[in-house]
């Protein structure tokens, strides 16, 4: 997947990156002023706005190009320099540096010149809003901040004229809203499945605990955990499996990321890895840029096996080395689910596949990472809302088979073991095993439930169930998937 080959119109091995490109010029031509593209984690969106950035630069456009991290910021200036994109950058002066100088150490010259490409950090852009050229297009990369009260979008309204550009792998909010106050269409891309199968993402084996923890002591706030209580909750030597033992079993060697709560959290994790001899370092925030910079290239060449991350590691990290996930951080947030374990789906050099470990039954609440999921401007309902109230868990691993059933059956329908009466659980430490996520057991469960799912009423409580953000959608496609099968069956 080369970003030479698209900037020069060669489709070659990458059809699907084209057919966006595609998508978005109908889109404004059919004048639409903000359509939101939607492809996977690495499937190449910088790649994609990076190239439309270009057409629009060669017609003396001016472009804004938004984010809201220092390493998105050196992502998206690295990617236009590929495409020979002459830019600036409007960030703080240590991220300006490091960009000029990465510049300077990859091509020898500089990008960063007087232009009307502009590469911001949304933080420092807001506050120089009356010295900025009016912008002909805005490019929103993360998109799913959007909305109209925050930072993104008060950028996007100071400028009612410009065309906009919105990108995300996950067009969904954890507080349920939509952003259709914003996007007016939705272009959606190749799925991650399909991209498993051609080879553009990597592989991958999930292996999750037998039982999903129990964090009903834990509050809510704004649609999540609180997460002062889930750091407390979480951050102990074991919960259903300790990390360190079984990345020592399942992947040892390969270079991961843990998902931790907190800071505290991601330093503690990063010790334990450091006791047994298994070079860690954590992740966060707080570090100055320089700081982080040099423990993600120590992480890059192999110096560091483990990073523990707390909220810097999961949007638009762009480190194909990462080969594993190690899920610390319970979440009802499908998005953030998403987005960390994308962050180990990238191709790499020897990487044939990404592992997976669940401690916290992220992949029982969520799905697999590459299910068939049906996106919307609309949001979350009210009354899709309310699903979030219910239990973590609404499927379950067979103990004898690990097979994926839904949790209200007592029976797995697949060897007809018979699932003990529950009894009540709170979290607490204790050593588990974490089994392998039978993804084709899954899939064919889900295949078989659709199908028995036999009118609209049906479907529609199906894909409430199973969370969908659209079920009412989701079951008329059905609907039109069978009409459409039978009328060929007749023929």
């Known amino acids: 997947m080369g ?35 939607v492809l996977p984690t690495g499937g190449g969106k910088t790649t994609i706005f990076a190239y439309v950035t270009q057409q629009a630069s060669l017609k003396n456009n001016c472009v804004f190009l938004l984010c809201h991290r220092a390493e998105l910021v050196k992502q998206i200036s690295m990617t236009l320099a590929k495409f020979d994109v002459s830019h600036q950058v409007i960030a703080p002066p240590v991220i300006m540096t490091q960009c000029r100088n990465a510049h300077y150490l990859e091509f020898g010259k500089a990008f960063i010149a007087p232009s009307k490409v502009y590469v911001c950090s949304v933080q420092t852009l807001i506050k120089r809003l009356d010295t900025m050229p009016t912008p002909d297009l805005i490019v929103c990369d993360e998109a799913h901040h959007l909305t109209p009260d925050s930072t993104w979008g008060k950028i996007i309204q100071s400028y009612p004229k410009a065309r906009v550009l919105p990108v995300t792998a996950t067009p969904c909010r954890l507080d349920g809203k939509g952003l259709k106050d914003i996007c007016d269409d939705m272009i959606i891309g190749e799925t991650m499945e399909n991209l498993i199968k051609q080879g553009y993402l990597c592989n991958y084996r999930a292996f999750c ?34 990390a360190v033992k079984h990345y020592l079993k399942l992947c040892n060697g390969k ?12 330093e503690h994790v990063a010790e334990s890895f450091n006791l047994v001899g298994i070079p860690s370092e954590s992740l966060d925030g707080t570090l100055s840029p320089e700081e982080r910079d040099a423990r993600i290239k120590r992480f890059e060449r192999g110096e560091t096996l483990v990073l523990t991350s707390c909220d810097v590691i999961s949007e638009g990290f762009d480190l194909p ?25 990238r191709t790499f050099n020897g990487k044939k596949e990404a592992i997976i470990l ?18 919307s401007l609309d949001g979350i309902t009210k009354k899709e809302r309310k699903k979030s109230d219910d239990p973590d868990v609404n499927i ?10 839904l949790a209200k059956q007592n029976q797995c329908p697949f060897c007809q073991w018979m699932k003990p009466i529950p009894k009540g659980r709170e979290v607490k430490e204790e050593d588990g095993e974490l089994t392998e996520f039978d993804k084709e057991q899954y899939k064919l469960k889900l295949k078989l439930e659709t199908r028995a799912a036999r009118d609209y009423e049906a479907l529609v409580a199906l894909g409430r169930q199973r969370g969908y953000k659209s079920p009412e959608f989701w079951a008329r496609k059905q ?13």
């Open 209 to 242: 605990p037998p039982n999903a923890l129990d964090l009903s002591t834990v509050k809510k706030t704004a649609g999540d955990y609180n997460k002062g209580q889930l750091a407390e909750a979480m951050d102990k030597p074991t919960i259903t499996g300790d």
């Open 358 to 375: 669940d401690h916290v039954g992220a992949l029982m609440r969520h799905g697999l990472p590459d299910m068939d999921r049906e996106w």
């Open 3 to 37: 970003m030479a080959d698209l900037a020069t119109g060669d489709a070659s091995g990458i059809d699907y990156q084209q057919s966006a490109v595609a998508a978005i010029r109908q889109s404004y031509a059919n004048k639409k002023r903000a359509p939101l593209l």
């Open 479 to 491: 609907l039109e998937i069978r009409e459409a099968y039978r009328a060929k069956s007749r023929n």
């Open 255 to 266: 270079r991961a990321v843990a998902f931790c709560v907190s800071v505290a959290h991601a």
């Open 396 to 405: 379950t691993t067979c103990k004898q088979c690990f097979g994926v059933f």
């Open 321 to 345: 080395a990462i080969e594993a996930a190690i899920l610390l951080r319970p979440t009802q947030s499908l998005s953030l689910y998403l987005q960390q374990v994308g962050r180990a789906l």
